[in-house]
Every structure is written in structure tokens, then in C-alpha cells.
């Protein structure tokens, strides 16, 4: 993907999002190594919960994350003026 170091952070700030909203619901190995670290870093939890033989997994935003949702948001609300 071209671009990827830059837009890396716009797809965590997506994951925070949805996670403030309702939770992020995934399968095994879809974008796992970057929900690792942002539960390792502090803005996601994680839960499993086991369905017969699969164990899904369950992220929830935290405080952390809510406050890194809020910088994030409101330097991007800079930008997008500043780019106006």
C-alpha cells in the first residue's frame, strides 16, 4: 500500500472510534498484531469469550484511548482547516 507508515495511524484512530461506539468484534488474525499493541499500549482492552470451539475476541476502547481519540480528533479538525 502506498503510503502505509502514514495512513497506519488513521486505521488505529478508525479502530478507537468504532471501539468507543460499540466495540470491535474480529476473527483471529485479522489486523491482530495492531489491536496486540494497542491493548499492550493502553487505549484497548481485550475479552474472549469462547462459542463452542472458536474463542473471539472483543475490544473495548479505555480511558487512554478515549483521550487519544479526543487529541487525535481535534488536531485533525486543525489539519483539515489548515488544508482547507
Do not use: F, N
Amino acid at each position: 500500500m502506498d503510503h502505509h507508515d502514514l495512513l497506519s495511524g488513521l486505521v488505529r484512530l478508525h479502530v478507537l472510534h468504532h471501539a468507543a461506539q460499540h466495540g470491535y468484534r474480529l476473527s483471529a488474525g485479522t489486523l491482530y498484531p495492531m489491536l496486540a499493541k494497542m491493548t499492550r499500549d493502553g487505549y484497548l482492552t481485550c475479552s474472549e469469550e469462547r462459542e463452542g470451539r472458536t474463542l473471539r475476541k472483543y475490544y473495548t476502547i479505555t480511558d487512554r484511548g478515549r483521550e487519544g481519540l479526543a487529541l487525535a480528533r481535534r488536531q485533525l479538525h486543525e489539519l483539515k482547516d489548515e488544508a482547507g
